[in-house]
């Protein structure tokens, strides 16, 4: 009977010490926030899975260390975030178009990176159909970063801490190709913009509403662009021509399509964060917003796959100009730009 | 005396469980092995050298190829009983300049005799567009392009006097799964009944295929290089893919 009740002694102190100490370690090591994908209340389900690529700590970090890091260009110069800035919602700043490996001008405007996941193809011409593959494009095209996946894959197996870091992602010795991307797309797939005071007002969050002149811009960009900047991502995802030449120089989707009524039309660009991503459109062309409703109002070009939607142009008083980019402002999400998670610390 | 009745309680539907499994597994005939696809790289019944030896196309015009490579992927066997094995994840890139990947093991086949095989010439529409892929279908094998997501299913590169690009080069990359330039193309092979692919534990046959990289440019359409000597993807590929559907693989025999 005596010792029943040591043995039951010792196993409940033993048991007490292992959860002590462990406490101690987590005192000792502040619990790090695990990474998560959020999704906005206002929006729809994503269509990337996260199932197919387990998100942790570990992956995000090996993903924005491999953003940010210039190494893996052909000339050391270029890393993803060098055309995807974050004060920029991860578009390019102030370029036109891309600026690659050896002062190399790229034809097309660097996108924003954010709200990836409910995207099913990317690039302007839409010719990349999954998240996790869309580096690829970057990495390989001579105007970006200029190299290839095996220089990258040797460069990484000999340079710490890759491998310790490949370790802690994913469990294995292994470094290849597949989780080079997932763990990109573990940093790329969580750039989720949905706080902007667009967002806050539609969700009926306490305290939060329009100025009147933006509500006055809401209705007017309801009236006028949300057939193709449709909420809440502010594109439709479609291709389409907006008249910007009679006859665009850049062949758009058709490249990917080989379809000629797909000649010159690109891929609807979303508004979110629109106050910091200019210059505008597929080639960067226009610098301000004042610029871009000035060609809707009346520099429409008659291009011969223009989108019907806009044959006579969105005419557009000066008053209403004012109101809408006071409207659009309200989707400036400063939480997302400047959220420290993301930066290259 | 209470402790060992509980045991007993506990490891009872245990044992059973387990016996259970065993007797399953002692009843079932469904017995496994495998079997090699070899593929004998020709071109027109002369064997494929790369880079020296000058080939002439159907239209009489001379050809050297520099690279000859490509997928097979979703093999199917069938038994005479119409029951078919779909191997799953089946992907198999074969290029000459390796050695290697021309003779393929595919193992954990249901034992059996097979009367049919057949498979995608390429990769099914999926994998196209589905997230990071290794092993075969990593894009570090320079099969697949990044600037319009999808693989090149066949890839043939080579020169020709006929050639009017630089360097008189050919570059035949051959792919796309969207209509009207869908280029997926299944090849299919009955196989003599007398002699089937005859899959045992103790017997791990060998299918020999002769593999014609001329037929590229013959059997639907015959390709002048001097009109056609480089397709990535779009119409002139279909072109290639009608002509290579008919002609690239031939079941030569099966070592049983």
């Keep these: 009977m005596v010792k029943k009740i040591v043995v039951f002694a010792v196993l409940t102190l033993s048991i007490a010490l292992m959860y002590a100490c462990s406490k101690n370690q987590e005192e000792i090591k502040p619990e790090e926030k695990p990474i998560t994908f959020s999704i906005p209340a206002n929006f729809p389900t994503p269509a990337y899975q996260f199932e197919q690529n387990k998100l942790s700590n570990a992956g ?143 969700r009926k969050d306490a305290g939060v509403s329009f100025t009147e002149e933006e509500q006055s811009g809401y209705n007017i960009f309801r009236e006028k662009c949300s057939s193709c900047h449709a909420e809440p991502f502010f594109t439709d995802f479609s291709y389409r021509n907006n008249g910007l030449d009679l006859v665009s120089s850049d062949e758009g989707r058709s490249h990917i399509t080989g379809v000629q009524a797909d000649f010159g039309t690109f891929r609807i660009p979303s508004l979110r964060n629109i106050e910091y991503t200019g210059p505008y459109m597929h080639d960067g062309r226009f610098y301000s917003l004042d610029e871009v409703l000035e060609h809707y109002d009346s520099g429409v070009k008659a291009n011969k796959n223009l989108d019907p939607s806009l044959k006579n142009g969105i005419q557009l008083n000066s008053v209403e100009r004012t109101q809408i980019k006071a409207f659009l402002k309200t989707l400036t999400d400063n939480e997302f730009i400047k959220n420290k998670l993301y930066s290259e610390s | 005396m209470k402790l060992s009745q509980y045991l007993m309680a506990l490891l009872c539907p245990i044992i059973l469980l387990s016996s259970c499994k065993k007797d399953a597994d002692e009843t079932a005939t469904d017995t496994k092995s495998s079997f090699t696809l070899e593929f004998e790289h020709q071109v027109n019944g002369v064997a494929l050298n790369l880079n020296t030896t000058t080939y002439k196309n159907a239209k009489g015009e001379d050809f050297k190829i520099n690279v000859f490579k490509y997928y097979v992927s979703n093999v199917k066997l069938s038994k005479a009983d119409g029951t078919t094995y779909l191997v799953p994840e089946s992907y198999f890139l074969i290029d000459e300049s390796k050695p290697a990947s021309k003779l393929i093991t595919v193992g954990d086949i249901p034992t059996g005799d097979y009367t049919k095989i057949e498979y995608t010439i390429g990769v099914d529409y999926a994998r196209n567009f589905a997230g990071a892929q290794t092993g075969a279908l990593d894009p570090i094998n320079g099969m697949f392009w990044t600037w319009n997501s999808g693989y090149i299913f066949v890839k043939m590169e080579g020169t020709s006097p006929q050639s009017t690009t630089a360097n008189q080069a050919l570059t035949f990359h051959i792919g796309g799964v969207v209509d009207p330039n869908n280029t997926i193309r299944t090849y299919s092979t009955e196989i003599n009944s007398a002699n089937p692919l005859r899959i045992r534990t103790d017997s791990k046959p060998d299918m020999h295929f002769i593999v014609n990289a001329a037929a590229l440019f013959t059997g639907t359409t015959d390709v002048s290089f001097a009109t056609l000597n480089f397709t990535m993807g779009g119409a002139n590929s279909v072109i290639v893919a009608n002509n290579y559907a008919k002609g690239l693989f031939r079941l030569d025999h099966i070592h049983n």
């Design chain 1, 60 to 202: 995000f970090a090996l993903g924005k260390k491999l953003f940010y890091d210039t190494r893996l260009s052909a000339d050391k110069s270029v890393s993803c975030g060098s055309c995807h800035q974050q004060f920029a919602a991860f578009a390019n700043l102030d370029h036109k178009v891309s600026h690659g490996v050896n002062n190399c001008q790229g034809k097309r405007n660097a996108p924003p990176l954010f709200n990836l996941a409910w995207q099913k193809a990317f690039f302007w011409d839409g010719g990349v159909k999954n998240l996790e593959t869309s580096p690829l494009n970057a990495i390989t095209d001579a105007c970006e970063m200029g190299t290839d996946i095996q220089t990258i894959i040797t460069f990484l197996k000999s340079t710490l801490p890759y491998p310790d870091m490949f370790k802690q992602a994913f469990g294995t010795e292994e470094i290849n190709s597949q989780l080079l991307l997932k763990s990109l797309t573990q940093f790329t797939g969580v750039l989720v913009s949905g706080n902007s005071k667009y967002d806050q007002v539609i």
